[in-house]
């Protein structure tokens, strides 16, 4: 392995510093028309609320968790469930923790009861192909749930069994996923861009004996063979001794994908059951079709009421471990919190269409496609596609026709949009958008204006969210209606959320100040777990700075108390708002024959935010040339998937390292952007070896 531990409290940390002379304080006030009818309408009403969110965490919480039906109502002592500092003992966070309630019941049956909206519009999905779409009402959606909880049941799935999910953007997702909630099943969601390898790890880690699946998907005009990625997937399982009994599998191609399949895997297709199924390899022992079994399926489904604090899912997510790990989170708190985030960060109103373009394999998908919207009976449009096609203008085209006024999307959809044009906006009559929100990375100011003025035509608010697949939710972000907002902050934090700048030794810093980016207390939508891992959950969070969860970012708080997050502190990177782990690509390169050690860093990018930047050590008698650069590239699309192959490979004879052998990241991440300013080198072993990394950087550079 490439010289890493398993400890993420030996990663060691570094800080990206903000350029204070290119940041501005200008202030962008929401519009009138906005605060007027928002539900928080100015900044001094967000610092009440937000004061007592502080003060009264508890009674700010059970106020809004009022909205949700609670089988059974939690204790007053349940409330107050948590342990966050530990040298206090074992972390444990638990919020409404002797209560019952089921997830799926609360934003389906109880928002069609509560509020009439069995007719209201829960998706309206579209397509890949422009011409392609559907309407699903509640309603439907809560039959189409019911009949799938029962094809789960019939399938043996039981309360606490992980399911596997391996879909395109399709509503047959969400309705696997609250299918599963339904009867109080786990489900796993992994991002149809993952590879065979990486589904194989995160269901022999979360021993998920069923996988949801569909035939494959069009992504543009690529085509995502995502059956036989999940065969290969099964195949791999069953390499390391587990076996998966069921495949669940959706058409959403069918003859799409029969005539796309090409000869080399028609060629290997060994044992067609049928005529329907000629050219899709088919194991009649464990595949079954999603609209076979759901054809018998009953429509009525009596929900599994759960312990509030009962995982709902899990999600894998990179850290700064070789291995990802499953982030676990429950139905009680997360409801709470994700039903909050979504009302007051998007300023959610009944009339509002709001649209997320996340793939719900991540989690702003889960928490903003699926959980967040139902549980304010919001109508959501879905999207399967991809922001270029048929061309560069399909956001705004989407925008339009469904008169889409909430809006949320990544800095690098934003980024990469731009780069086409403002005509491809302005040919589209956007003028229903009142919020453009962004997650997933820094905004860049630039990006941020041409937003705000080309997209929102000055007239938008822009949430810009910070959060993580740990937070569940919203941690810090500007109030529509509330904040003024400063181009590429993420403005203050969100109520209940007391984040706080420590320094290396973990003393708070006060005032205007950069740092490690802390959160104090617990807040309803945190994480509680690592899948088996408990232990491994304290460390990563909670062992560095003590008393607090860290986020693993910096961050710098101006003298107005805009946060303003600078990227990560650790070894993760962010690549078009994808979260990778360095060490994960460095596993995956020294897995190759003629890799010796590898060590991989971030290298800022103009579209992308960042991308990853590899330093390959070669055996004796390897030949570093194009055929192996693509040969590794390749690999780490195998290993990982296509949205982590390494952007720059260089070959270095040796890697700077400590006397003890630590790899000395901070001189690398210095080379990628040829600043020779490399601070003290006293520690390194062997200061030749930097002279070597700065003459081998690629030309082009
Ligand atoms: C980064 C995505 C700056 C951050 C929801 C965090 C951001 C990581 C922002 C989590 C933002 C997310 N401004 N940075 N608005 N939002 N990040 O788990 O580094 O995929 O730690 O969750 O994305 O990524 P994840």
């Avoid at 004061?51 to 039906?69: C, D, I, M, Q």
């Avoid at 909206?117 to 749930?145: F, H, I, M």
């Avoid at 569940?472 to 904040?483: E, R, V």
């Amino acid at each position: 392995m490439a010289q890493k531990s398993d400890q993420s409290n030996e990663v060691e940390l570094h800080l990206e510093h903000v350029d204070k002379a290119h940041i501005s304080h200008e202030l962008f006030h929401p519009d009138p028309s906005i605060s007027a009818h928002a539900h928080v309408s100015s900044l001094k009403q967000y610092q009440e609320l937000h004061h007592r969110s502080l003060v009264n965490p508890v009674g700010f919480w059970t106020e809004l968790a009022k909205e949700f039906y609670w089988k059974r109502h939690w204790s007053s002592t349940a409330l107050s469930c948590w342990n966050f500092d530990r040298r206090a003992g074992k972390i444990s966070i638990g919020w409404f923790t002797d209560a019952k309630t089921n997830i799926c019941y609360n934003v389906l049956d109880y928002q069609i009861k509560k509020k009439n909206a069995g007719d209201r519009v829960a998706y309206y999905w579209e397509g890949n192909d422009p011409d392609d779409s559907r309407v699903v009402t509640y309603a439907e959606l809560l039959k189409e749930v019911c009949k799938f909880a029962n094809v789960l049941k019939a399938q043996g799935v039981k309360r606490g069994d992980r399911v596997a999910i391996y879909m395109p953007m399709v509503i047959e997702l969400v309705v696997a996923m609250l299918g599963c909630a339904r009867i109080g099943a786990v489900h796993s969601v992994v991002f149809g861009g993952f590879s065979a390898d990486s589904l194989a790890d995160r269901m022999f880690d979360a021993t998920s004996e069923i996988l949801i699946t569909a035939d494959g998907v069009f992504r543009g005009t690529k085509l995502i063979n995502l059956k036989s990625i999940a065969d290969s997937a099964v195949a791999k399982c069953k390499d390391k001794g587990f076996e998966v009994k069921r495949l669940i599998v959706y058409k959403n191609l069918g003859d799409k994908l029969t005539a796309h399949l090409d000869a080399d895997t028609l060629a290997g297709d060994k044992s067609p059951p049928s005529k329907r199924v000629r050219q899709l390899s088919w194991d009649s022992h464990i595949d079954v079709w999603w609209h076979e079994v759901m054809s018998t399926a009953s429509d009525e489904c009596e929900p599994v009421w759960v312990n509030a604090e009962e995982p709902l899912f899990m999600l894998y997510t990179s850290g700064s471990t070789g291995k990802p790990k499953g982030v676990v989170h429950t139905s009680g708190g997360y409801l709470v919190y994700t039903a909050t985030t979504f009302k007051y960060s998007f300023d959610y109103h009944p009339e509002d269409i709001f649209w997320c373009t996340a793939d719900i394999g991540w989690i702003t998908g889960h928490s903003y496609i699926t959980y967040g919207p139902l549980a304010n009976a919001a109508t959501s449009v879905m999207f399967e596609g991809v922001p270029t096609y048929p061309g560069p203008d399909r956001f705004w085209a989407i925008v339009a026709k469904y008169r889409v006024s909430k809006f949320y999307t990544a800095p690098t959809a934003i980024r990469a949009l731009r780069k086409f044009g403002d005509d491809h906006v302005k040919k589209h009559d956007i003028s229903c958008l009142k919020v453009i929100g962004t997650v997933g990375e820094p905004i860049n100011p630039d990006a941020w204006h041409w937003y705000y003025e080309v997209v929102g035509n000055k007239k938008c608010s822009i949430p810009d969210t910070y959060w993580q697949t740990e937070t569940g939710g919203h941690m810090i972000t500007p109030l529509p209606g509330a904040t003024p907002m400063k181009a590429g902050s993420a403005g203050f934090p969100f109520f209940g959320v007391v984040p706080i700048l420590v320094d290396k030794q973990g003393e708070e810093l006060r005032g205007e100040t950069e740092g490690y980016l802390c959160i104090k207390q617990p807040w309803p939508g945190i994480m509680r777990t690592v899948y088996g891992d408990h232990e491994r959950f304290e460390q990563i969070y909670f062992d560095r700075f003590k008393g607090y969860y860290f986020t693993g970012d910096g961050a710098y708080r101006d003298k107005d108390g805009y946060y303003w997050i600078t990227g990560r502190a650790d070894d993760v990177i962010n690549v078009s708002g994808h979260r990778i782990g360095t060490a994960e690509v460095e596993s995956a390169l020294v897995a190759h024959p003629a890799v010796v050690e590898a060590a991989v860093v971030g290298k800022p990018d103009d579209e992308k935010g960042e991308v990853t930047y590899c330093f390959v050590t070669l055996h004796d008698g390897a030949v570093f040339n194009d055929a192996l650069v693509e040969d590794l590239k390749e690999q780490v699309r195998l290993k990982i998937g296509r949205f982590a192959a390494p952007h720059v490979i260089q070959n270095t004879p040796a890697l700077p390292k400590t006397r003890s052998g630590k790899i000395m990241r901070r001189i690398l991440r210095r080379v990628v952007r040829n600043d020779h300013d490399l601070g003290d080198v006293s520690t390194l072993a062997d200061s030749s070896v930097i002279e070597q990394l700065f003459a081998n950087r690629p030309e082009q550079l």
